[in-house]
Structures are given as structure tokens and as C-alpha cells.
């Protein structure tokens, strides 16, 4: 029987607020006693999208997406009492995600997880649903714990901003995931499941595809970026979505990371992060420019 973690695993204590990465990316969150995020309102933000950090009591997810979500109003503040049609709008409004990718990962999601009431946001840290083992920026769940860790792991974290930029400088491209998850699969004792390792994949081609913004297929996504969006759960000040992202566009992406991850792992190509020394693919070797 798997031991079930306590409730205090999902609170804002695990949530890195510290101060934003660069002040060009986001400005400092103005100094405010904590206050309660009670019927997913914020007292102090009102009812606009700026950033408030998770405060006592509200609950967060692995997932940086829909945390940053909550962290801005786009979802209920304090991560709790949430429905799929919130879930579903959120996207939309947040990401500018088309209708079909918003509802197919809604609602795909919710099946997974078994979900037939409201949710809260930790409920996303179910282990072994839509939650997997080797993910870039959390460790994995500890034995037969039910709930896996919600804080992000500041080495994973530091790991994989250090393994990326290998073909762009200072951008997260869909080659630099390819090597980083075969990196991360092959030291697990127990492969993933079909479905985890390709939302393992699809997650990094939805943040690549929204953040790094209409050409991020191609150019990927600023690594500093990147970092201010896992760590604070946070979007970078006055940033706009500047194109719909589709379900098509996502699954090409997706198939993309899982060719170049399949590849590596048949032998048929190196992975340079295995030897630093290993040459990197030139441009127009990359699997983006078939995308």
C-alpha cells in the first residue's frame, strides 16, 4: 500500500519567490504582508493578471504552467476548488493555446488522473498519472510515497540550463530536450509508461511553442526565461503570447523530441552530452528545421 504524503507537501513553502532572475525579465513583487488567497482572490493583486506568489495555505502543482496560471489569476489563486472548464480557459486566456490543444489537454489530463469532482492543484502531484519520474526540474517520488515533490529541485534545475543552449547560445531548443531526456530516462530503474514519457515530451513542446513564441520550433527558448518561469512560476513582465499555439503544430514538436530521443537511444546517433567533446549538429542538421 503506498504511504500518502500530508497535506503541508503542497504548500507555498516549497515555492521558490525569491528575487526574479533579471529585472528585464520581471520587476520585483512590491513587499506585502502574507495574506489569504481564500475564494481564489487576491487582496493585494485585485482581480488583474499581475504576479502574486503562492501565499499560505494555496496549493501548487509540479506543473510550472498551471502554477503560473494560479500565480497570476488566470486560474484561482489559491490552487484549489478548480473544474476542467477553468483549466480549459485558462490555457486560453494565458497561453493562447487554440481550443483544440487547450481541450484535448484538459481533458486527456483529467481522465488520466481519475478525476470526477473539482481539484486542487496538488492533486496534479499524483504519482504514476499525469506526475512521472525524470522530469527536468523535480525529483522523483520518493519510494511508494502516492504524492511526488512539488518544490523544484534547484541541481535538476541548474543541470538542465547547463545541458541546454548546446545549438543555440542561451535558448532551450527541442534538440537540446531530446538529449536531456534520454539522459534522465536512462538512469531510471524502470522506464516510463508510453503515455508519461510523452508528456514528458509534450510539456517541453508546449513551453518552447508558447514562450519561445512563433518561430520557438526553430529558435527555442531563452534559457533565462525558462528559469524565471520553473523557478518563480512566474511570466516575464508584459509578456504576450504573440501567436496561437495548435495541437498540430505541439504534436509535430513533440514527434520531433521523440525521433531525435529514439535515435539516440537505437545507437543511430551520438548524444553530445555524453562527451562534451562530441561535435553538435550544425543548423541544418537540426530535427526544428523539418518542423
Known sequence: MRRTSTRV?????????????????????????????????CPVRGSN??????????RR???????ALANHGFLPRDGMNIGPFAIYRALREGYQLSMFL?????????????????????????????EHDASLFHVDAHGEEEYAPVAVSNSLMKSSL??????????MTLEDVANIRVKREAALQKP????????????MAVAIGVLGGKDGAKNGLDLEVLRLWVTQERLP?????????????TGWMTKAIRDRMTAMQKG????????ERTHILSPTESVSKRI
Open 268 to 275: 543511430q546517433m551520438p548524444n553530445i552530452l555524453d562527451d
Open 102 to 130: 487547450a481541450f484535448f489537454l484538459t481533458f486527456s489530463g483529467w481522465a488520466i488522473l481519475g478525476q470526477l469532482r473539482k481539484m486542487s492543484l496538488w492533486d496534479l502531484s499524483r504519482h504514476n498519472c499525469i
Open 162 to 171: 547547463h545541458q541546454g543552449g548546446q545549438y543555440i547560445p542561451g535558448r
Open 192 to 203: 516510463l509508461r508510453w503515455w508519461q514519457a510523452e508528456i514528458a515530451r509534450g510539456e
Open 49 to 58: 493578471n499581475a504576479f502574486c506568489p503562492p501565499q499560505p495555505g494555496d
Open 237 to 249: 513582465d508584459d509578456w504576450k503570447p504573440d501567436h496561437t499555439q495548435g495541437l498540430y503544430k
Open 9 to 41: 507537501d503542497s504548500t507555498v513553502s516549497q515555492t521558490n519567490t525569491e528575487t526574479p532572475i533579471s529585472p528585464l525579465l520581471a520587476s520585483p513583487v512590491p513587499g506585502h504582508d502574507h495574506h489569504s488567497h481564500a475564494a481564489g482572490i
Open 61 to 67: 502543482s509540479p506543473c510550472p504552467a498551471l502554477n
